[in-house]
């Protein structure tokens, strides 16, 4: 069965700190990664990942996939106060999987003033 | 631009009543999936569907059902509603052949 695991679950940091957020997974045939970004309510899509060492960035964040070791990471560098949410890695798996996405527990991150 | 369209946001209702949620995904995307929210958890898959044929099924109970329209809308029928449905459920859309899926804003259900 696909898994996804994410580290750490929660995180508390000061406005201007760097965050790396860790998503490991298990998957029989791998599609792609994405990451989602939660706040009150639906996940937004930030990146999908599809190729290992190459890097996506927007803005302060970043991720990078290696497919070797099964696991993605996702950088905010700068952080702010509406970096404050869920973020959620998420696999795409082919196969009779194709399409629906497994979820990992979500790293809570918290930006203090 | 627009987004993925979830009716109503919010529903209460008694157990062992029933309740249909409905989903209007972004235009020209042709595959709809619903998820279920918990407390607390991360979004598990229900079920999907592409091209108005069921493709993918999840952890669905079999009080569920669900179908997609000719008009790309989709419906998740629940019925005998117990005290657990009570989650967040979302609709997520996705164009043809892509990965990203975008989500609707969800619908709160609360069971009594």
């Known amino acids: 069965e696909d898994k996804v695991v994410q580290s750490p679950l929660s995180l508390v940091v000061h406005e201007g700190d760097t965050v790396t957020l860790n998503c490991s997974y298990e998957?029989?045939?791998?599609?792609?990664l994405l990451w989602y970004k939660q706040e009150k309510k639906a996940p937004t899509f930030l990146f999908m990942l599809?190729?290992?060492?190459i890097e996506k960035k927007s803005g302060r964040l970043s991720s990078i996939l290696d497919k070797k070791e099964l696991f993605s990471i996702l950088n905010i560098t700068a952080t702010q106060t509406g970096d404050s949410a869920i973020y959620l890695c998420a696999l795409n798996a082919g196969g009779t999987s194709y399409g629906k996405l497994t979820f990992g527990q979500g790293t809570i991150l918290t930006v203090h003033p | 631009a627009a987004g993925v369209i979830q009716s109503p946001r919010h529903l209460i209702k008694e157990k062992r009543e029933t309740a249909t949620l409905k989903c209007y995904p972004i235009?020209?995307?042709?595959?709809v999936y619903w998820y279920q929210q918990g407390p607390g958890q991360d979004p598990q898959f229900l079920i999907s569907?592409?091209?108005?044929?069921?493709?993918d099924k999840g952890s669905i109970p079999d009080r569920f059902s669900a179908q997609q329209f000719s008009d790309y809308h989709s419906e998740l029928n629940m019925s005998s509603l117990e005290l657990g449905d009570s989650a967040l459920y979302f609709c997520a859309s996705s164009l043809p052949g892509r990965v990203v899926q975008y989500f609707g804003p969800g619908t709160r259900l609360t069971v009594l």
């Open positions: 235009p020209r995307h042709d595959t």
């Open positions: 998957v029989t045939n791998f599609r792609s």
């Open positions: 569907f592409y091209e108005k044929m069921q493709s």
């Open positions: 599809t190729s290992s060492g």
